[in-house]
Nanobody, 130 residues
Framework: QVHLVESGGGSVQAGGSLRLSCTTSGLTYSRFCMTWFRQAPGKEREGVAARGEVALGGGQRLYYFDSVRGRFTISADDANNTVYLQMDSLKPEDTAVYYC???????????????????WGQGTQVTVSS
């Protein structure tokens, strides 16, 4: 059974940093497109960063939404089966519930489409004050 559990959310001031963790079980996450989504009140869920193989055994490629590129970094720790999202230079518009998700698609096949994802975590709240 697949489980994704997020942690690390909280409240920070603009310009601050947070690191989110997604601890996985029941899947070999390196074989999935692992993505961080976020959803702000009244807005649609949007993909912000993803990590996945280009081809079987071909190494990982990283993907970022334009609004977070250069500020957010997605990474993983194989020893702990965990995917991270390091968020720096946070802005009030980054305020949202952040979700970890896993899909069997290759990330380049549409990583930002939430309907491509079967497995989701419960979400963690990130609040950035000005």
């Amino acid at each position: 059974q697949v489980h994704l559990v997020e942690s690390g959310g909280g409240s920070v001031q603009a310009g601050g940093s947070l690191r989110l963790s997604c601890t996985t079980s029941g899947l070999t996450y390196s074989r999935f497109c692992m993505t961080w989504f976020r959803q702000a009140p009244g807005k649609e869920r949007e993909g912000v960063a993803a990590r996945g193989e280009v081809a079987l055994g071909g190494g990982q490629r990283l993907y970022y939404f334009d609004s977070v590129r250069g500020r957010f970094t997605i990474s993983a720790d194989d020893a702990n089966n965990t995917v991270y999202l390091q968020m720096d230079s946070l802005k009030p518009e980054d305020t949202a519930v952040y979700y970890c998700a896993a899909s069997t698609i290759r990330c380049y096949e549409g990583w930002r489409r939430s309907d491509k994802y079967r497995y989701w975590g419960q979400g963690t709240q990130v609040t950035v004050s000005s």
